[in-house]
């Protein structure tokens, strides 16, 4: 059973950055679309950001439009890794991030419904 391992969630004031990293063997965008979701206390889990790549269009991102401009979904070749780069943390970006992924031949959107491989999160609060 694949299951993404996520790394680089923690506490960080306002402002501030952090770095999630989403990995597994043979998790790659040859294969998977992958993407970061995450579920605040007391709501229901949301897309983040979603990474994918086909022979036709290349490498296609997509964003919560509450997290454009200040987070970057990106690979991380050297360490066969999907990178969420957070900036500009603000508290309602407080909750639970996880890592997750469908074949990409079946991926339609950037929702969590779909996603067939999910990892166990990692917490991310934002607070002075």
């Known amino acids: 059973q694949l299951q993404p391992l996520e790394s680089g969630g923690g506490l960080v004031q306002p402002g501030g950055s952090l770095r999630l990293s989403c990995a597994a063997a043979?998790?790659?965008?040859?294969?998977?679309?992958i993407g970061w979701f995450r579920q605040a206390p007391g709501k229901g889990r949301e897309g983040v950001s979603c990474?994918?790549?086909?022979?036709?269009?290349?490498?296609?991102?997509y964003y919560a439009d509450s997290v454009k401009g200040r987070f970057t979904i990106s690979v991380d070749d050297e360490k066969n890794a999907v990178v969420l780069e957070m900036n500009s943390l603000k508290p309602e970006d407080t909750a639970v991030y996880y890592c997750a992924g469908v074949l990409r031949g079946l991926f339609s959107r950037c929702a969590p419904l779909g996603m067939d491989y999910w990892g166990k999160g990692t917490q991310v609060t934002v607070s002075s």
């Open positions: 043979g998790f790659t965008l040859d294969y998977y679309t």
């Open positions: 990474i994918s790549s086909s022979d036709e269009s290349g490498v296609t991102t």
